[in-house]
């Protein structure tokens, strides 16, 4: 394995999940309805609250719009030292450019997203469901996020192109794992990418974004993390279904029956 792509061995695993720190589960963004108040006392921001209950967010609103350098260094400093962030790639890059010909926009939201330091631990590029798997652009994309960042990375292919052995070996060149995502997009096998990371996303189902996941999903969940544990794989585990406010409370759930 590459320098710019070795990573520390990881540890035994241990009979609590999330004690190691290796099993990142949270919630794409930290707002806190009324509803789920409670379970996050104290004063603070939404974003102070959310980080002393769950070890990691997804920033999805990077996807959107750019942030300065200061509101990412406001993040930084306003979580523990052992919680960590992911954030999504901007749509201008993945689904405007189609991953082509940005070498500036990536530079720039590197620098950007670079102000989370140590507490970024991974980056995300969701891909369109229209952009099928173009091996030249993919080689040259990757190649150039790798060496802008020591961070994991995570890709969400939705393209059926993507779910080929050809695609899987690109990602696993470039340390790259592969979204599983609830629902699949595609029902083929998935590639694996990175054989040291497994990054869940859990968009709600059947109705995407808005669906509560019932325990019997969470503890199909559970078992899939902790198979991966076993395995010795670093774990990211992210609830999508926001649109109705069912994130928080099904993170939390899966945190009580991974036994935090």
């Known amino acids: 394995m590459p320098a710019s792509r070795r990573k520390?061995?990881?540890?035994?695993?241990?009979?609590?999940?999330?004690?190691?720190?290796q099993v990142l589960l949270g919630c794409a963004g930290w707002s806190l309805s009324s509803a789920v108040a409670a379970e996050f006392p104290g004063?603070?921001?939404?974003?102070?609250?959310?980080?002393?209950?769950?070890?990691?967010?997804?920033?999805?609103?990077?996807?959107?719009?750019?942030?300065?350098p200061a509101t990412?260094?406001?993040?930084?400093?306003?979580?523990?030292?052992d919680f960590r962030f992911s954030a999504k790639l901007p749509r201008t890059i993945t689904h405007e450019q189609k991953l082509k010909d940005v070498?500036?926009?990536?530079?720039?939201?590197?620098?950007?997203?670079?102000?989370?330091?140590?507490?970024?631990?991974?980056?995300?590029?969701?891909?369109?469901?229209?952009?099928a798997f173009d091996a030249t652009a993919a080689q040259d994309f990757f190649a150039l996020l790798r060496s802008g960042t020591p961070s994991a990375l995570a890709c969400e292919a939705r393209?059926?192109?993507?779910?080929?052995?050809e695609a899987a070996a690109l990602l696993?060149?470039?340390?790259?794992?592969s979204v599983e995502a609830d629902p699949r997009p595609i029902r083929q096998a998935r590639p694996q990418g990175d054989a040291d990371l497994a990054y869940l996303r859990l968009h709600g189902s059947p109705k995407v974004y808005y669906s509560a996941y019932e325990d019997e999903k969470l503890a199909e969940v559970a078992s899939t993390i902790a198979a991966y544990r076993q395995q010795g794989k670093r774990v990211w585990c992210i609830f999508d279904n926001?649109?109705?406010?069912h994130a928080v409370p099904n993170a939390l759930q899966l945190m009580r029956m991974l036994g935090t």
Do not use: M
């Not at 500036?104 to 590029?125: I, N, Q, S």
């Not at 696993?172 to 794992?177: D, I, K, P, T, Y």
């Open 242 to 245: 926001t649109a109705q406010g």
């Open 72 to 81: 990412y260094a406001r993040w930084r400093d306003s979580v523990p030292d």
């Open 159 to 165: 393209h059926a192109s993507w779910f080929s052995d």
């Open 172 to 177: 696993s060149e470039h340390g790259v794992a």
């Open 43 to 68: 004063d603070g921001s939404h974003l102070e609250r959310y980080a002393k209950v769950l070890p990691a967010v997804e920033i999805n609103s990077s996807f959107y719009r750019p942030h300065r």
């Open 8 to 21: 520390p061995s990881s540890p035994a695993h241990d009979a609590n999940p999330l004690s190691d720190a």
């Open 103 to 131: 070498d500036v926009l990536l530079a720039t939201f590197l620098a950007e997203v670079g102000e989370l330091g140590k507490k970024l631990g991974c980056l995300l590029v969701q891909l369109p469901p229209s952009l």
